[in-house]
């Protein structure tokens, strides 16, 4: 989302002929473009924001702007803590900066947004479609930060999609903190799976993904989309964050593990060799052994293809850290993390193996060193080499070599 973000920013700098730098300290303008679902980020951020600050310092006539989710809708605290920043704004809100921009360097501001530019897309392009969350799941702190979801209309995210396809894209990643809710608070009222239909029209297009879902959005008409549209990659990200009913509970999911495995064999039986990848949370407040031996199960019981796993950490503001202590020592929860990471290794060990000797179709994105890269359908990252230019091309790989993070073939 970040990434997405950043990218429409800089299209409209680039509106005023501003061009990037490589270094704060060469800059005119600098933007953080934050994020702090965890403590360790919002240190981060702020370690940032002292950092500028001596550069500002020699440097008078710099402009700080900070954006993303360290940023609520009220400024002022803000403000009065960071006075060598010239502008906050809140995530998603670009016009807000737009305004403040313009009105900045005195120009006006131009009626339409600023097309992209012609062969400036890359391999795959992010595109956010809804903002906000309204699940309030105690432990995070995005829905206080973003607001509650509010959806694109359709007609506009079809219209950047195809920019991005006329201009060298040919996968579309949509985007949201809920992105299988897109579309509930629209009228008329629509859906994810209405918007891939008509994304899946594109020329040129070839694949489209969509990450982050909530289990409970997580609707019988968009499986049905994910099997049924070509283009649409086979692989779902879907959140667990626990395997234990009582601590799902308390972080306020809306769902109990039996309801989580029944929609997985749903999604496996709909959509054969589907690739499902999740979250977990360990250490959450007053987890136990048993629990936490609760979640481990689920990993070995639902093999899924990555687990995204982290210890919690509390979050000022949210409901867990004014309802729960912190009781769980770190490292105890660093244990629990190291065991579903070598748990979670040992299984992607056993699903790669099974792809050698395979043949896979990857969207080649660019190359690192030596090697071209590119996804399968099921999001395996694939390496191989090639004298030839596979940039934005469907390959059919030769699997020969695969480790718990990627897979090595030949054309």
């Known amino acids: 989302m970040n990434k997405a973000e950043s990218c429409g920013l800089a299209r409209h700098l680039q509106l005023l002929g501003i061009e990037p730098v490589n270094t704060a300290r060469d800059a005119d303008i600098v933007i953080l473009?934050?994020?702090?679902?965890?403590?360790?980020?919002?240190?981060?951020?702020?370690?940032?924001?002292?950092?500028?600050?001596?550069?500002?310092?020699?440097?008078?006539?710099?402009?700080?702007?900070?954006?993303?989710?360290?940023v609520g809708s009220e400024t002022s605290g803000l403000k009065k803590l960071f006075p060598h920043v010239?502008?906050?704004?809140?995530?998603?809100?670009?016009?807000?900066?737009?305004?403040?921009?313009?009105?900045?360097?005195?120009?006006?501001?131009?009626?339409?947004?600023?097309?992209?530019?012609?062969?400036?897309?890359?391999?795959?392009?992010?595109?956010?479609?809804?903002?906000g969350c309204n699940n309030y799941c105690s432990y995070c702190i995005v829905p206080f930060r973003r607001g509650r979801e509010s959806s694109r209309p359709p007609e506009e995210i079809l219209t950047e999609a195809s920019q991005h396809v006329a201009s060298g894209a040919r996968e579309i990643v949509l985007l949201g903190q809920n992105v299988n809710a897109y579309g509930h608070d629209l009228d008329p009222r629509t859906g994810l799976s209405e918007l891939l239909i008509q994304l899946h029209e594109l020329k040129d297009l070839l694949r489209i993904r969509f990450l982050t879902n909530h289990p409970k959005d997580m609707s019988t008409s968009l499986i049905k989309a994910l099997a049924s549209l070509p283009k649409v990659c086979q692989h779902v990200c879907l959140p667990l964050q626990a395997g234990d009913d009582q601590i799902l509970r308390k972080m306020n999911r809306h769902y109990s593990y039996g309801d989580f495995q029944a929609l997985i064999r749903q999604?496996?039986?709909?959509?054969?060799?589907?690739?499902?990848?999740?979250?977990?949370?360990?250490?959450f407040p007053g987890e136990t052994e048993e629990q936490f031996i609760n979640t481990r199960r689920a990993v070995e019981e639902l093999r899924f293809d990555a687990v995204h796993a982290a210890a919690y950490s509390p979050r000022a503001g949210t409901l867990a850290s004014q309802e729960f202590a912190d009781d769980v020592p770190d490292q105890v929860k660093l244990q629990r993390l190291h065991t579903i990471e070598e748990l979670q290794s040992k299984i992607l060990c056993e699903i790669n193996q099974g792809l050698v000797g395979t043949h896979v179709d990857i969207l080649v994105e660019g190359k690192k060193g030596p090697k071209w890269y590119g996804r399968t359908y099921s999001d395996k990252l694939v390496f191989l080499l090639s004298e030839h230019d596979l940039t934005g091309k469907l390959v059919t790989v030769a699997v020969t070599r695969a480790s718990p993070w990627s897979l090595q073939g030949i054309t």
């Open 33 to 70: 473009n934050t994020c702090v679902v965890r403590q360790n980020a919002e240190d981060k951020v702020r370690g940032m924001l002292g950092y500028v600050k001596g550069i500002k310092a020699k440097k008078p006539g710099m402009r700080i702007i900070v954006t993303g989710c360290f």
């Open 86 to 131: 010239d502008y906050f704004f809140q995530p998603g809100l670009n016009t807000n900066f737009e305004d403040w921009l313009y009105s900045i360097y005195m120009i006006s501001k131009p009626g339409e947004v600023p097309a992209i530019k012609q062969g400036g897309s890359p391999v795959s392009v992010y595109i956010p479609i809804i903002q």
């Open 267 to 283: 999604m496996r039986q709909t959509i054969p060799g589907i690739a499902i990848t999740t979250d977990l949370i360990v250490g």
